[in-house]
């Protein structure tokens, strides 16, 4: 399975594709417009104490305030607020905590209003972006990542990742970091630190010490609202947490920001430079690759199931509901538990995919179409479940209901990526929408594919806009000549200046227009409702 980073640099920022086996898996958007990322450390001040929430609001310079619960302080709390008071008043003469005299740990069951003063000053590190109309989601309990190991300060604890099952390893990484951590520090040894070398672990230990020592000098002079400590950018973190043996290509297409990954590269992994390239083609790295067309099919509010079927997606307030469809694949079997299992392990894998690029977290209701068979569900949950378990979000999945319902909740610490993937109708001059007209080409195939192969149709004749008769028909062995070479069927293709750029008509010989399966699906479910709502 090979994995490739595709990194397009515009004036808002970098759009950052991860592409596995040339399937978009992960797709992140890095504005240069703001300043708040997930692991970003600020000096706040706390404006407004609520003991209903047991929480605060604290001002880190947004134009909402930061939320900090109670819960969020961690039980180191008064150690960590006392070394801050003693850095910034001067007292502290390094940021080593070998002599550091620990404070009682905080209550687990205590009250916010005990705990914070309106006007106190306190350090604090973004654990959720904003969202919405909310602001970010702060956090005391400090941590800093490094490639191999989260670095805890105020804690003796070494923890290693739970997907490191090998005893004699967790055991062996335990006893290297243990021989070189500072005193007073906690670990976290994270799942790619399996089978290394502690010369390795040690530089990525020295990186993370480096960053505490500039929160140290950077927290003495800060004023509030000053960020004191910044976490990578999105680019160089999905380097961090993603680089593996099974990276084959980064690509970026400026030169900065080709310098820019160079340098870390040579930091973190100088044996990987050799997969970073310059893209220098006149033709853009999204369109060269493959990546735009795929947002555009992939980002909308119905979504195409490779096999069989479609997805329907929809964004609540509250939550994110996807329906599952058949389409034309409920034709296609005889036995309708079958037809139900297939489409929707089909689906299940496109709806797991679909949450790890849409960056949908919260809680996602998935409804499935309805099969009988407890084992025909449980299948469907495994495989979702199969497919997630490569997501670096926590998730939860639930067994599927009765109604054919599968509950998931995901973690969610920035907004879901939108794409909008609608066009200005170029027919009515932008006052509607059409869906994207890259995506009628397919959508033409499938039904040509589906007309002579499925429904052994013959002498059928398609009506298209101009520009895509041209398309069809041009070129010395035009698509249209192509069909007749893989079905041994002509298709006559006629200009229709009448038809928008993504609608079409396809006719049979006697000049009847025949309705598309797809057409015929929908129809089918409107009438369903009607009925429905009949009764």
């Avoid at 009682?104 to 654990?127: C, H, M, S, T, W």
């Avoid at 397919?442 to 009506?463: A, E, K, R």
Wanted: hydrophobic share 35%; proline share 3%.
């Amino acid at each position: 399975m090979s994995n490739e980073l595709v990194i397009n640099s515009t004036q808002e920022g970098e759009r950052i594709a991860l592409l596995q086996d040339k399937r978009l898996i992960e797709y992140h958007f890095d504005r240069n417009d703001t300043n708040y990322s997930v692991g970003d450390i600020f000096l706040g001040t706390v404006k407004k104490v609520m003991p209903g929430l047991n929480a605060a609001f604290v001002d880190i310079g947004y134009e909402k305030d930061a939320f900090l619960h109670y819960g969020d302080l961690g039980e180191q709390y008064n150690s960590f607020t006392k070394w801050a008071r003693t850095v910034q008043s001067g007292r502290a003469t390094s940021a080593g905590l070998e002599k550091f005299t620990f404070e009682p740990v905080l209550d687990k069951v205590g009250k916010a209003e005990n705990v914070f003063k309106k006007g106190q000053q306190i350090v604090v590190q973004i654990i959720k972006e904003p969202i919405s109309t909310k602001g970010p989601r702060v956090s005391t309990d400090i941590s800093m990542a490094g490639r191999y190991l989260v670095l805890m300060p105020f804690s003796n604890t070494i923890s290693v990742s739970k997907k490191i099952v090998s005893k004699a390893e967790r055991d062996r990484l335990k006893r290297l970091i243990a021989s070189i951590k500072p005193d007073n520090f906690g670990v976290i040894i994270r799942t790619v630190a399996e089978g290394r070398e502690v010369a390795e672990l040690d530089k990525d230990m020295q990186d993370m010490v480096a960053k505490w020592e500039q929160l140290y000098t950077t927290l003495r002079t800060a004023k509030p609202n000053d960020k004191v400590l910044g976490e990578l950018g999105r680019t160089s973190s999905m380097l961090r947490d993603m680089l593996n043996e099974s990276f084959d290509s980064i690509m970026v297409d400026a030169p900065t920001m080709y310098e820019e990954m160079r340098g870390y590269l040579q930091k973190i992994a100088p044996d990987k430079l050799g997969l970073l390239k310059l893209h220098n083609s006149k033709i853009k790295i999204f369109e060269q690759t493959g990546i735009e067309k795929q947002l555009k099919t992939l980002f909308g509010k119905t979504v195409t199931v490779p096999g069989g079927g479609y997805l329907v997606i929809e964004h609540t307030e509250a939550l994110h509901v996807i329906d599952v469809n058949s389409g034309s694949k409920s034709n296609q079997e005889n036995d309708q538990e079958a037809t139900a299992l297939m489409i929707n392990m089909l689906a299940a894998k496109e709806v797991a995919r679909q949450l790890r690029l849409r960056d949908m977290g919260g809680i996602i209701v998935v409804d499935f179409i309805d099969m009988r068979s407890a084992e025909s569900r449980k299948k469907v949950e495994d495989a979702v479940r199969d497919v997630m378990k490569h997501d670096k979000a926590k998730f939860t999945v639930l067994p599927i209901t009765k109604f054919g319902l599968l509950q998931i909740t995901r973690q969610r610490v920035r907004p879901a990526e939108n794409i909008v993937t609608g066009e200005v109708c170029p027919t009515c001059g932008g006052t509607g929408k059409i869906s994207a007209s890259i995506q009628v080409t397919d959508d033409i195939d499938n039904s040509i594919d589906d007309l002579l192969v499925n429904q052994n149709q013959s002498g059928i004749t398609l009506s298209v806009h101009p520009f895509l008769h041209a398309y069809y028909t041009k070129g010395l062995v035009s698509r249209q000549m192509k069909w007749y070479l893989k079905y041994y069927k002509w298709v006559k293709v006629v200009k229709d200046s009448s038809l928008g750029l993504t609608d079409y008509r396809i006719e049979d010989e006697r000049g009847e227009e025949i309705q598309l399966r797809s057409q015929a699906a929908a129809m089918s479910r409107l009438q369903d409702r009607e009925v429905e709502i009949e009764d």
